[in-house]
């Protein structure tokens, strides 16, 4: 038996910077669908510089970087929601990644056994299926525990959402509340010890 009392804390990430971002509209409508006992937590890339590894032996990170590595050590699962530019990870995301693992040491803190989902969005006809296998490299380097219980990629994201961010299509809603369901249920295994 699952205990569904003890909610679930995800910090969702959405990797593009753009303020009409599909990927953050994205995010924001799996927070929204998200089942009872089940929080995902939109945080932001916003801000993250590009790594230099001399910026960081002289001034440590950033205040932002370390911010938001301790929310992703502290949540129960990492939600990613990634663009695809150029059939791969969009360089301004993996750049955040690559910051939140310095120093290296700390890696099995922040992502250590982490749940962690891939879901995105695109204007294409591809959706985000190259990017999304991009990223299993990545996850798999920082021993994370990635779930493959569903795949969710977004096509034409430009005729998806309303001018309020609001999913217009109802089977893609429906999709997105399905994989956010599922992804919490494996969160609460892995928190159970059964994952």
Same mark, same amino acid.
């Given at each position: 038996?699952?205990?569904?009392?003890?909610?679930?804390?995800? $910090?969702?990430? @959405?990797?593009? =910077?753009?303020? *009409?971002?599909?990927?953050?509209?994205?995010?924001? &409508? %799996? !927070?929204?669908?998200?089942?009872?006992?089940?929080?995902?937590?939109?945080?932001?890339?916003?801000?993250?510089?590009?790594?230099?590894?001399? $910026?960081?032996? @002289?001034?440590? =990170?950033?205040? *932002?970087?370390?911010?938001?590595?301790?929310?992703? &050590? %502290? !949540?129960?699962?990492?939600?990613?929601?990634?663009?695809?530019?150029?059939?791969?990870?969009?360089?301004?995301?993996?750049?955040?990644?690559?910051?939140?693992?310095?120093?290296?040491?700390?890696?099995?803190?922040?992502?250590?056994?982490?749940?962690? &989902?891939?879901?995105?969005?695109?204007?294409?006809?591809?959706?985000?299926?190259?990017?999304?296998?991009?990223?299993?490299?990545?996850?798999?380097?920082?021993?994370?525990?990635?779930?493959?219980?569903?795949?969710?990629?977004?096509?034409?994201?430009?005729?998806?959402?309303?001018?309020?961010?609001?999913?217009?299509?109802?089977?893609?809603?429906?999709?997105?509340?399905?994989?956010?369901?599922?992804?919490?249920?494996?969160?609460?295994?892995?928190?159970?010890?059964?994952?």
């Amino acid at each position: 038996m699952t205990d569904t009392a003890t909610p679930i804390r995800i $910090v969702g990430l @959405a990797g593009s =910077l753009r303020s *009409g971002s599909f990927n953050a509209q994205l995010l924001r &409508a %799996a !927070a929204r669908v998200a089942p009872a006992g089940v929080q995902i937590e939109v945080e932001t890339i916003r801000g993250v510089p590009l790594y230099d590894g001399d $910026v960081e032996a @002289a001034e440590g =990170l950033p205040a *932002g970087v370390t911010e938001l590595k301790d929310k992703i &050590a %502290a !949540a129960d699962g990492l939600f990613l929601v990634t663009p695809e530019y150029n059939n791969s990870i969009p360089g301004v995301f993996k750049n955040a990644i690559d910051w939140l693992t310095r120093p290296a040491s700390d890696i099995p803190r922040v992502f250590g056994g982490k749940p962690v &989902a891939f879901i995105g969005a695109s204007p294409g006809g591809f959706g985000t299926i190259l990017s999304q296998e991009a990223w299993l490299p990545v996850l798999r380097t920082l021993g994370t525990q990635p779930w493959f219980g569903g795949r969710l990629m977004v096509s034409r994201a430009h005729k998806v959402f309303d001018e309020g961010g609001a999913i217009l299509d109802p089977a893609i809603e429906e999709a997105l509340k399905s994989y956010v369901a599922g992804f919490g249920g494996f969160v609460r295994e892995v928190k159970a010890g059964r994952g």
